[in-house]
């Protein structure tokens, strides 16, 4: 199949590129060919475990940086890919380089689109290492004694709390693991990303919408994570969220600008908007800050709690974690969430889980299961009581669904109808759940009933009334990311001597023998084979006290559109497009040029270029 990928894109090279690369590999190619034969050759060529070998072992950090980001990403084009690599490497330097590689048919423009060889992709993966481009090389990752499960559903608990505000200081003791100035920042991050989830109305009070929260917390951590991500990008969003949190346990610890590069880099790969990545991570907890950069937040995912302890004073302690629809976390308030998690079992906690439709009778048996049988005497009464007075006065927000009565003999026995269903007033008048009015309206049109607007003065919709939600379920389809390495060290790149010498051996005329020694450095001659009379580079260069040699450069490149050259100007070196040349009335020459990426024109005095050089690169 690489075959074939390779045969493909070298169709699409022009004669001159595609000639170029024919001659440098294959050596002479001689009159007449057949280009589909030619081609059949050079695949073969890059085929073989010899020169795949060779090609291999010319690999630099450099290279590996852009081998790196384009597995990574799975192909840019050249002003991404600077982008990318901004500050890492001049923007000159990295055009050079990618010409280079071209050549070295490392990477295969496909379009505008730059990617790996396709034979040599899968292993170009021993050398793509993450840490170059993404993270600083020392750092520890943090490790919470709590799974992110466990941590978001104490959070849920909390924002049933009455109040306005989501963050209270007094929580601080609550999670003694984390860092107390860092709380407020991942409370109001959550928070977002539950509104957005749908687990949390803000409409007229805060609510939680345990059912859209059990969805979620079935899931597993890295899935838990990616949908928490999800509320703050856009764009393919399980992908991304998927292939970032699995990044952040594979690279582990991060620099400011690796952070930055890694969000560019997602933004490319999954054609996502960027967003501010630091901010939302801290925010959700799965980073935190270091004096050296960010070190990722790992979180821990115990045995599941098998018993509880419960004292006197209605406090619960376990070891392990808590299932992930346990119903602890519905009736008791968090005091501890620690290696040892506490919580303790309060009136409004209670009132708050049956007011939310848990059974009184679910909530004592799921006690004792869970204290091996038997429950404290006191604990039972005070419960009992609890529930006693909660049935006493019960307050519904919902829709009056009146009906006559065979239309209520219908709707008592239509079973999707039921979990819509607050209370049966009458045999002919339901109480029905405002928020699921969409749903059940439509199921009684199913079922042939025709249904008017709805009567009297209509409440506030809520957002998550109004809006369409994200769905709570993994894709079947989805694939884990490819697994990348964190740091590959590479060994020190050494040219064959042996063919050097072959060159020199071969007497051929001072201006072939240059050429073939050229792209021996440039590392484009790897087997004796490639050594024939031929010259293939044409780079002119200028410098030092020829004035004139300068001026004929600058006169030459600017007469070809598209000409790039290189500038050396005492310690500034440019890459730039040559545009025009011109003189004062004194007759000093004037190079007039467009400093590339930024294109930005300046006029320079050639006196002022120590060394002018004219690329002319096929592949630049």
């Not at 107390?180 to 957005?196: A, R």
């Not at 999954?270 to 801290?282: A, F």
């Not at 004792?368 to 429950?375: F, H, Q």
Request: charged residues 25%.
């Amino acid at each position: 199949m690489s075959h074939e990928q390779l045969k493909t894109l070298l169709e699409q090279y022009t004669d001159d590129e595609y000639f170029f690369l024919a001659r440098n590999y294959l050596g002479l190619v001689e009159s007449p060919f057949h280009k589909e034969h030619i081609s059949s050759r050079l695949i073969g060529f890059f085929a073989l475990e010899e020169n795949r070998k060779k090609m291999l072992s010319l690999i630099d950090s450099f290279d590996q940086m852009i081998i790196t980001a384009l597995l990574f990403t799975g192909g840019l084009r050249f002003e991404q890919l600077a982008t990318l690599l901004e500050g890492i490497h001049p923007y000159g330097k990295l055009l050079l380089r990618v010409a280079n590689l071209r050549e070295r048919m490392i990477i295969i423009a496909t379009g505008n689109t730059l990617v790996p060889n396709p034979l040599l992709e899968e292993h170009f993966y021993r050398f793509a290492g993450l840490t170059p481009l993404f993270g600083v090389e020392e750092g520890t990752v943090h490790t919470h004694p709590f799974s992110y499960r466990e941590f978001l559903q104490a959070i849920l608990t909390l924002a049933e709390r009455p109040g306005r505000s989501f963050f209270r200081k007094e929580y601080e003791t609550l999670f003694p693991t984390m860092r107390s100035d860092d709380l407020p920042s991942i409370f109001e991050t959550i928070h977002s990303s539950f509104v957005k989830l749908g687990i949390i109305i803000e409409d007229p009070q805060r609510r939680v919408d345990w059912q859209r929260a059990h969805d979620l917390f079935l899931l597993d951590e890295q899935q838990i994570k990616a949908m928490m991500l999800a509320g703050h990008m856009e764009g393919a969003l399980n992908t991304c969220c998927a292939d970032l949190v699995f990044l952040l346990e594979d690279i582990g610890t991060f620099s400011a600008s690796g952070l930055k590069r890694l969000s560019q880099a997602l933004a490319f790969k999954h054609h996502v908007k960027r967003c501010d990545l630091t901010s939302v991570l801290l925010g959700l907890g799965l980073l935190v800050k270091t004096k050296g950069g960010y070190n990722h937040v790992s979180y821990t995912q115990g045995e599941p709690a098998s018993s509880f302890i419960v004292d006197s004073d209605y406090s619960v302690s376990y070891l392990g974690s808590l299932d992930a629809d346990s119903l602890l976390v519905r009736f008791a308030a968090l005091e501890t969430l620690d290696r040892t998690r506490l919580w303790r079992i309060t009136e409004e906690r209670l009132r708050s889980a049956l007011d939310g439709g848990v059974g009184y009778d679910e909530i004592r048996s799921y006690l004792k299961t869970y204290v091996n049988g038997t429950l404290n005497t006191a604990l039972l009464k005070s419960l009992d009581l609890i529930a006693e007075r909660s049935r006493q006065v019960q307050i519904y927000d919902g829709l009056v669904l009146h009906t006559d009565e065979r239309v209520g003999r219908i709707v008592e026995q239509l079973p999707a109808l039921q979990e819509h269903i607050l209370d049966r007033l009458s045999p002919t008048i339901f109480l029905m759940k405002r928020s699921h009015e969409r749903i059940w309206r439509q199921i009684l049109t199913q079922a042939g009933l025709s249904l008017g607007s709805t009567k009297g003065e209509l409440a506030h919709g809520s957002d998550g009334e109004t809006r369409e939600l994200p769905a709570l379920q993994w894709p079947k389809e989805f694939q884990k990311p490819k697994k990348f390495k964190k740091s590959v060290m590479l060994p020190p790149v050494v040219p064959d001597e042996k063919l050097k010498e072959a060159i020199i051996r071969k007497n051929y005329p001072k201006e072939v023998e240059e050429d073939l020694l050229e792209r021996f450095e440039e590392r484009l001659i790897i087997n004796k084979s490639q050594i024939t009379p031929q010259i293939l580079y044409t780079r002119i260069e200028a410098g030092g006290f020829d004035y004139q040699g300068k001026i004929s450069l600058a006169k030459q490149a600017s007469s070809k559109e598209g000409t790039v050259v290189q500038l050396f100007m005492g310690g500034e070196e440019l890459m730039a497009l040559a545009l025009e040349l011109t003189y004062t009335p004194k007759k000093e020459a004037l190079f007039k040029v467009a400093i590339l990426p930024q294109m930005e024109t300046r006029v320079i005095p050639l006196s002022k270029i120590f060394l002018l050089r004219q690329i002319k690169m096929l592949f630049l």
